[in-house]
């Protein structure tokens, strides 16, 4: 049997752009080997080693085979026993692509063999006039599959004889396109040009590089003149502007970084020759403009939409008006984009592309099962046997009696909480490979569903009926009972993350993909019934198999399979955090979401604290002096990056010295300011942050670490305002969250406050809350945390209590959703220092099921939007929304579910740890481009 492969042909440099982001998706995602056949004629064109340097890059990310060929037959030894997909990123019948053409003309059946569109217009799918006069119209693949930016109505230049391969897959960079933060230096004001000399528009219908060199060239001046910088990225094919030494003026910076390591959201506008790169400005937000020729003789027809310029007048009055009303571009660029179809989103791209990987391995074994591994499914039902055996079992019945399939049926109807054990003999030691629930949300669900997503088993939630009331508590109701509230609840939790929903109809699909727009949800009748097809492209037809396919495909687009698609010792980053104690901050900013990465052995970490310099733990460890110490614990750890989450304390100049002697890049955390802490928060954090030499230390770590990374935009506004010098990025979220606990449709009996200092902040809503405990006596207070119970709640006596802090994040959530809070405050005074806070309260009382009343006019007011929570900021509005939800629980429970559904879809630990993993990436970037930065 041959062995299965991705397999990329690296030929042109601009080649490595289109093909790395399947080739990461491949290999962390859906767990196949990949192997780059690289042309020796790509090295000869990559003088300066760059785009080397990029493929050594990839392949060690993604543990491929490097192989170098200078003939056809060479590549061929080199795919003998092999397998599966053969991707190129510019074949077709041209003389330049000629080397790739004949290899894919000759490589055996036993590789589908693709063709990826690498350009806007590219030639064989969407061409202009000037490439039509440059190469013809008729231009031909030996691919088997030719995957388009567009569909293929779009597609004007594909010739009639290539229409059957093609495939409408998307652009591959919208793969690793992200919302990219801004970093603030002066680039504000600055503006990038891209340079396409070497298109053969410029050479056809005229020679018109003169032409916008001149324009070029004056526009620099006139920018110098006003002290604005330029940035200019030669094509990375054709570096023009380079190799015949142009001169630039002074305010000009070359970027010849890739253009996936460059973040073009900082850039105040763009101005480009015709050329792909015009579509990554506009897919970033900036205001763009596409050169032409000042005869207009260029054809643009394929740009119409977008912004046009041509002499140098033009170019200085787009400048201008981008910088000041850049609104007035992005509007029509949106547009644009639109009427294009380019506004695929990430997940539908990935998903086209990961079908497309999937399929072209199955031939071999499965594709969504590891070599030699057999499906073990456990089937979880109550009552209903007969659905589980008309659904399930009768069409896997020929896997089962080949013993292709092993089956374990658990029947836990009626089970009381002490037969958690004979779930977990059902269960765990059955090693399965999926989870099927079928009609089934009992009380053993939740338990069973984490166990599988803990071990990345994929799940399915298979229903055929329709729970219209599912986010609707009646609580008038005589005859609902607690354990219609229980099942209701588990089945909310299951069709909210199990991997895939399975219904008996389309229609009811139909129905829950009103509801659960972000699940995956196949409709899979019994034999004989209905065909249909699924959200994202992968048929369902009348065998399950089908849908047990998906699952798996799924789970891999959602990388939790098996957990073996990383090799072990594949350490992606090593992480060294320095705090002055292993604070709440660093376990909701950093260790709560990489922990997964942290599982999977592509992350390590250790902590340097200041308690490690007070106890003297140099000493212990043998070191002769603190700073010897600190160099063996670089040596040691070896980090990638040095992360300072807060942190005020002592030897940062030596820690920031080693960080840039061992080439390790840094950030800065921020998430208070630290700078201007008010007395109003309490007098001891007072004197603590505002001592000299913790000012110090904040102040010089900003100025001298990579990259700053604030928990919030005002944040970021503030250390703008200080003037500080290095890069700042704010984060859209702080503090993430799974769903710990579903509300309860109960009357309201407990109210709480979680607060760490901040006494001013909680005294502001003590007269409201007096006055609702005065009217509502069976209501109790709890104060959980190091806030002491104000004088005022005294007359309450004991329905009001104190609970201790817990410094264990994770312990503190689990315990918060002990206490059963109804309604949890969140008060912030106004005042400049609170301003700039974070939502964590609104997070962690909405994550364990509490509904939330907050101050108005602070960062609580995005949250809190749409009905997921009530702003208050007097002392009657506060007083009215405790009265409000509790004279009306059922809209208590609606408030709670409205904000568990935000909750899960913007402050979900998956988006914190992509947001995290972005900041580090722009660290590193920045580490890559400052080389020589010293400490000021």
């Known amino acids: 049997m041959k062995d299965s492969y991705i397999v990329f042909v690296i030929n042109l440099l601009q080649d490595v752009g289109v093909i790395r982001p399947i080739a990461y998706m491949a290999h962390q995602e859906l767990g196949l080997r990949t192997l780059l056949l690289v042309t020796q004629a790509f090295k000869k064109r990559d003088s300066a080693g760059t785009w080397q340097h990029e493929l050594d890059e990839i392949a060690a990310q993604t543990n491929s085979v490097v192989v170098e060929f200078g003939h056809e037959l060479e590549a061929l030894q080199a795919l003998d026993n092999k397998s599966g997909l053969l991707i190129a990123a510019s074949e077709s019948s041209l003389n330049t692509h ?5 290899l894919l003309r000759i490589a055996p059946s036993r590789f589908l063999k693709v063709t990826l569109q690498h350009g806007f217009e590219c030639v064989g799918f969407i061409q202009s006039r000037d490439q039509n006069l440059a190469h013809g119209r008729n231009v031909t693949f030996a691919a088997d599959v030719i995957c388009s930016w567009f569909s293929a109505e779009k597609m004007t230049e594909v010739a009639p004889s290539q229409l059957h391969k093609l495939h409408h897959t998307g652009p591959t960079f919208a793969m690793q396109t992200k919302e990219r933060s801004k970093l603030t230096t002066d680039l504000k004001t600055m503006g990038i040009v891209c340079e396409n000399m070497h298109s053969p528009r410029l050479n056809v219908a005229g020679n018109f590089k003169k032409d916008f060199l001149e324009v070029f060239e004056g526009f620099c001046k006139e920018m110098l003149s006003k002290e604005r910088p330029i940035t200019l990225r030669p094509h990375p094919g054709g570096q023009y502007t380079l190799k015949n030494e142009v001169q630039l003026t002074s305010n000009v910076v070359v970027n010849n970084l890739p253009i996936y390591k460059v973040d073009l959201s900082t850039y105040a506008y763009g101005i480009s020759a015709p050329s792909s790169i015009l579509i990554d400005m506009v897919l970033a937000g900036i205001p763009v403009a596409v050169w032409q020729d000042s005869d207009g003789v260029m054809d643009l027809g394929n740009y119409d939409g977008l912004t046009r310029v041509s002499n140098e007048r033009e170019w200085i009055s787009f400048a201008n008006a981008a910088i000041l009303r850049p609104e007035s571009f992005l509007a029509k660029q949106n547009t644009f984009i639109k009427n294009r179809c380019l506004d695929l989103t990430k997940e539908q791209v990935k998903s086209n592309h990961a079908e497309l990987a999937l399929s072209s391995t199955r031939n071999n074994s499965t594709a969504y099962l590891k070599e030699n591994q057999k499906e073990r499914i456990v089937f979880v039902v109550g009552e209903g046997h007969e659905v589980l055996e008309t659904v399930f079992l009768n069409p896997l019945k020929p896997k089962i009696d080949s013993e292709a399939v092993s089956v374990k049926i658990l029947h836990v109807t009626g089970l009381q909480s002490h037969s958690l054990e004979t779930m977990r003999e059902g269960v765990f030691t059955f090693h399965p490979t999926l989870i099927v629930f079928c009609n089934y949300s009992g009380s053993h669900a939740k338990s069973i569903w984490q166990w599988a997503s803990e071990h990345s088993i994929p799940s399915i939630l298979y229903t055929d009926e329709y729970h219209s009331d599912l986010h609707q508590a009646n609580l008038t109701d005589a005859g609902q009972t607690d354990t219609d509230s229980a099942s209701r609840d588990t089945l909310i939790f299951l069709l909210g993350n199990v991997t895939l929903i399975c219904t008996s109809t389309s229609k009811l699909g139909d129905f829950f993909r ?4 972000e699940q995956k949800i196949i409709s899979v009748a019994p034999q004989g019934a209905e065909e249909s097809q699924s959200e994202s492209g992968i048929r369902s037809n009348l065998a399950i198999e089908k849908a047990i396919k998906a699952a798996h495909v799924y789970a891999k687009l959602k990388n939790i399979t098996t957990g073996k698609l990383k090799p072990a010792n594949l350490v992606s980053h090593r992480i060294l955090y320095v705090a002055n104690d292993v604070i709440p901050t660093l376990q909701l900013s950093f260790m709560k979401p990489l922990n997964k990465l942290l599982l999977e052995g592509a992350l390590k970490s250790n902590i340097i604290t200041e308690q490690a310099f007070k106890s003297k733990q140099w000493k212990t460890d043998g070191a002769a002096t603190v700073c010897d110490w600190l160099r063996q614990q670089i040596m ?8 300072f989450c807060r942190y005020s304390g002592p030897y940062f100049k030596e820690l920031l010295e080693l960080a840039r002697e061992f080439n390790v890049s840094t950030i800065f955390h921020i998430d208070d300011d630290l700078l201007n802490i008010p007395i109003d928060i309490g007098l001891d954090k007072y004197k603590f942050h505002n001592s000299p030499a913790r000012l110090g230390s904040i102040n ?9 990374y604030c928990s919030t935009k005002l944040l970021k506004q503030r250390l703008l305002d200080l003037e500080v010098k290095r890069p700042i990025v704010a984060g859209d979220i702080y503090c993430s969250s799974q769903i710990v606990a579903f509300p309860v449709a109960r009357e309201v ?5 979680m607060g760490i200092g901040h006494k001013n902040d909680f005294e502001s809503i003590i007269p409201a809350i007096v006055r609702y405990m005065r009217e509502f006596p069976h209501v109790e207070f709890e104060v959980f945390g190091t806030i002491e119970i104000p004088d005022e709640l005294a007359e309450f006596k004991d329905r009001v209590r104190k609970l201790p802090k817990i410094d264990s994040y994770e312990s503190y959530l689990q315990s918060l959703s002990n206490l059963n809070w109804d309604i949890g405050v969140c008060p912030l005074t106004t005042i400049h220092f609170n301003l700039m806070k974070a939502n964590t309260k609104w997070v962690e009382y909405t994550a364990v099921g509490t509904a939330v009343i907050a101050s108005k006019d602070t960062v609580y007011d995005e949250c809190c939007d749409d009905g997921c929570g009530i702003l208050a900021s007097t002392e009657d509005e506060w007083y009215d929304a405790f009265v409000y939800l509790t004279l009306n629980p059922e809209l208590r429970l609606n408030q709670v579910i409205k904000a568990q559904k935000k909750l899960a879809e913007s402050y979900s630990i998956e988006r914190l740890r992509q ?20 400490l000021n």
């Open 98 to 102: 000629k080397q790739v053409h004949d």
């Open 514 to 517: 009103e509801r659960y727009s």
């Open 636 to 643: 040691l750890h070896r980090p990638t990056e040095m992360i």
């Open 700 to 708: 010089f770590q900003l100025n001298n670490v990579d990259l700053v």
């Open 749 to 753: 009996s407990k109210i709480g406050y």
């Open 915 to 934: 947001q995290v993993l972005d900041v580090i990436s722009q660290a590193r970037e920045l580490k890559t481009q400052s080389k020589g930065f010293g």
